[in-house]
């Protein structure tokens, strides 16, 4: 999936490719920007999560649209070295004003 292809837009391209609204893949990629092979990945992705595009009314659900896993290295910071920056940050900019 591209990287631009937020879960809003995501329910955009599922919606206009479901068989009641009946949209083109080229009709779609021309209305949103996104490549045509995206938007047939994002709505092949969305019935193998169990979307149901004959079904009416439709329902498109969070799990439909959720990006995959990612690949690469995992963080090694946990949540704790996280939040400790984050008020160090917030600590030093409240310095800063003063």
């Not at 990629?29 to 938007?39: A, D, F, K, Q, W």
């Not at 990945?41 to 595009?53: D, L, N, V």
Request: aromatic fraction near 2%; include cysteine.
């Amino acid at each position: 999936m591209a990287p631009n292809t937020d879960i809003i837009t995501r329910a955009v391209v599922v919606t206009l490719k479901s068989p009641c609204v009946g949209k083109s893949t080229s009709q779609i990629s021309e209305l949103t920007g996104i490549n045509p092979r995206t938007v047939d990945r994002i709505y092949s992705r969305a019935i193998a999560a169990g979307f149901e595009p004959n079904v009416l009314p439709l329902k498109i659900l969070p799990h439909h649209l959720q990006d995959g896993a990612r690949s690469g290295r995992p963080t090694k910071q946990t949540q704790e070295v996280s939040e400790e920056i984050v008020q160090h940050v917030q600590r030093d900019s409240s310095q800063e004003l003063e």
